[in-house]
Structure formats: C-alpha cells, structure tokens
C-alpha cells in the first residue's frame, strides 16, 4: 500500500515538473519576441545614412557593428569602436 502511494506522489511530482518547464519555456519565448533592441530614438539617427531612401531596418552585427538596410538599394555597416561607416553595399 505504502509503494502505491509513493508511486502517484512520484508520478503527480514528474508531472508538476514537466507542466511547470513547459510554462517557463513558454513564457520566456513569448516574452523574448517583444524585446526591442534598438529604442525609436536609436533608428531615427540612422536615418542620415539612406539619405532620400526609407530607412528599413536596423540590425545588430555584434558588440561594435549594426547594419542599416535602406530601401532595396543600399546597405551601410557602421562601427561603433572607429566611429564610421566601415562598407556601403549598393
């Protein structure tokens, strides 16, 4: 009888378990999608770089680079550590 009962205690504490990660999990995926990386204040200065051409987007290359995507014609990688555009790809 003993054995029973431990038995449903160690199943019910397995299923807690693997109810419980899958709720963290979850949550921290669906919360990880509204992080924004760069603030609109960031975006609005790198309007410069595209000129006349709407700015797309922003991306981070790594700690020191971003890359700007203006339009379909022109992308521009700037380097925070030179202060200066490194490539323009047309």
Do not use: P
Request: proline share 0%; with cysteine.
């Amino acid at each position: 009888m003993n054995q029973r009962i431990l038995l449903f205690i160690v199943i019910f504490l397995g299923f807690l378990i693997v109810v419980g990660t899958t709720v963290v999990i979850t949550t921290v995926i669906e919360r990880s999608g509204k992080v924004e990386f760069f603030s609109t204040n960031e975006v609005e200065q790198y309007h410069s770089f595209c000129g006349n051409i709407k700015l797309v987007e922003v991306l981070n290359l790594g700690e020191n680079r971003i890359s700007i995507k203006c339009g379909n014609q022109k992308l521009v990688i700037f380097d925070f550590k030179k202060n200066a555009v490194t490539h323009v790809i047309d």
